[in-house]
């Protein structure tokens, strides 16, 4: 089976400044993947190159097999962005929102609508379908958006920090979304700083800093390599990036 996503040698400055050094990382077709790291680790800059928005000074991105960087327009249409602060029209209700990014990706209305029906549903937005989005809340907000990201059915979703500023319910739905899609055959890359949802959802884990890849595997498997057959995915963390030497000086 084709991987979800390939990543070799990528690279990419900022100034002078490195911001992804050499990385290479692979993510398995149909899993739910996290992609842990420190404050500016590269996180997100990798994910923008992979989304297209960023154009890397080096190295290859392949999603199912697409080469990102040559067939920029096919591999967009099977992937899904999802920033950390959710980017809406305000003006525009949730059901007219929905419609505009269905046709941008060129979804039939036929289609679109009875999809955009059942993500506002699913996502418990229905009852305010005709109301504009300015009024909404982060966590409103940050469902439409992901709403908007599903609407044409992409093949690998990636969220960057997807639950930051929502309250546990609304949380609790988007999680139980992530999971549906994965169930559904859907790939999922998500960046967080809540260690817990990574251990408990996330298939494998990958471990970046200063823009490399230190750790990749299971939780099981990170447990193997530090030796800790009982850590936490929070103690993993801290150990493989060395956050816990500064907690020890």
Not at 145 to 170: K, M, S
Not at 212 to 239: H, P, S
Request: aromatic fraction near 4%.
């Amino acid at each position: 089976m084709t991987d979800a996503l390939s990543i070799r040698g990528l690279s990419k400055t900022f100034g002078g400044k490195v911001a992804v050094d050499d990385l290479s990382l692979t993510v398995r077709a149909g899993e739910l993947y996290a992609l842990l790291g420190p404050n500016g680790a590269g996180k997100t800059t990798t994910l923008r190159m992979v989304a297209g928005l960023l154009k890397p000074n080096g190295g290859s991105i392949e999603v199912f097999g697409r080469d990102v960087l040559a067939e920029p327009a096919a591999a967009k249409q099977i992937i899904a962005w999802a920033p950390d602060e959710p980017m809406l029209y305000d003006r525009l209700t949730p059901v007219e929102y929905l419609e505009f990014v269905a046709g941008l990706w060129g979804v039939e209305p036929a289609v679109a609508m009875p999809k955009a029906e059942e993500l506002l549903k699913w996502l418990g937005l229905w009852e305010n379908r005709s109301e504009r989005c300015e009024g909404f809340s982060r966590g409103m907000k940050q469902k439409t958006a992901l709403a908007g990201a599903l609407i044409h059915d992409p093949q690998l979703l990636i969220l960057d920090e997807p639950l930051t500023g929502l309250d546990a319910a609304v949380a609790r739905q988007v999680k139980d979304l992530l999971q549906q899609r994965v169930k559904s055959g859907a790939t999922v890359i998500l960046t967080t700083h809540i260690l817990e949802v990574a251990e408990r959802m996330a298939d494998r884990i990958g471990i970046i800093q200063n823009g490399r890849l230190v750790a990749d595997g299971t939780l099981d498997e990170l447990r193997a390599r530090t030796g800790e057959g009982q850590a936490t995915l929070e103690d993993l963390f801290l150990e493989l990036t060395g956050a816990d030497e500064g907690l020890h000086a």
